[in-house]
């Protein structure tokens, strides 16, 4: 706690060793990455083809003028993104593909509008005003204040996250009975032989546990649910203490784990981008 309050009320001049942040720029640009692969297959390059419902959507949002736009533009935008969140990683003009690789977050939000998306798109917004992001995969050992203000941003941008998220499943009835988990598990049951084999693997002895689709959660479930609710609330807590940070960023990293086991295609991105910002936290 103490760097980050020294930072904001020093006016953003406390030094922070650059490496925090590129650290962050490598494992937000693998996230982007990651995800903007994702969005271009698995039928996603398909997206927009032949009057699906996609163009439905989209013409109903914002106009058939505009769907004319997006039908040109969709591919080359899936190509671009990609080859921006692999020059951001690869730290090849830092600054100039974190701009791109944001514009290419928000250009999938016209279609698919996630918050999740917004945060990585905010994250990235910090990283392009950073003054040293590095470059390649090497990680400077200077101090300065080039990534003070970035640096700042990127770890409220994280605590943020964590209690608003918490915040919203203590006030979900659903989630809070664990009725979200053993629907999502039982639904996915139901359905398994349609997808794909790493869509839906999880143990069958889990599943038989936390399954369920008559309104009635399993206790495993319901425990499953709250343990969630209690680590977002203590991880950004915990995060904030040196003492209790190491304690903090290994049940973030399990929770993000579960994540992204839970729902690969749609949490893997953001766990990578979550825990990545660890490493602005790494300040004593």
Request: glycine share 8%; proline share 4%; with cysteine.
């Amino acid at each position: 706690m103490s760097w980050l309050w020294e930072a904001i009320s020093s006016g953003f001049t406390e030094p922070t060793e650059d490496w925090h942040l590129q650290a962050v720029r490598i494992m937000f640009g693998l996230a982007c990455l990651a995800k903007f692969v994702h969005g271009a297959t698995g039928g996603g390059w398909q997206r927009f083809r032949n009057d699906d419902i996609s163009s439905y959507l989209f013409a109903k949002s914002y106009g058939t003028r505009s769907l004319q736009w997006m039908l040109r533009s969709y591919r080359p935008a899936l190509i671009t993104r990609i080859i921006a969140a692999t020059l951001l990683t690869a730290g090849i003009c830092p600054r100039l593909f974190a701009v791109l690789t944001v514009l290419g977050l928000f250009f999938e939000m016209l279609f698919i509008p996630r918050s999740l998306t917004f945060f990585m798109a905010c994250t990235g917004i910090a990283l392009a005003c950073a003054g040293n992001l590095g470059s390649g995969f090497s990680l400077d050992d200077s101090s300065s204040t080039d990534n003070t203000w970035a640096q700042v941003i990127v770890m409220i941008l994280a605590l943020d996250l964590y209690i608003n998220t918490a915040w919203l499943k203590i006030r979900s009835p659903q989630f809070r009975s664990g009725q979200v988990i053993s629907q999502w598990l039982a639904s996915g049951r139901q359905i398994q032989y349609l997808l794909p084999a790493w869509n839906y693997y999880y143990p069958q002895r889990l599943v038989a546990l936390m399954a369920t689709n008559d309104g009635n959660p399993t206790p495993l479930a319901r425990t499953a649910a709250w343990g969630t609710i209690a680590l977002e609330f203590l991880i950004p807590i915990g995060l904030l203490n040196e003492v209790t940070r190491p304690a903090a960023i290994a049940a973030g990293i399990g929770m993000h784990t579960a994540f992204a086991g839970l729902l690969p295609r749609h949490l893997a991105a953001y766990s990578l981008c979550s825990t990545g910002a660890y490493f602005a936290f790494l300040n004593s």
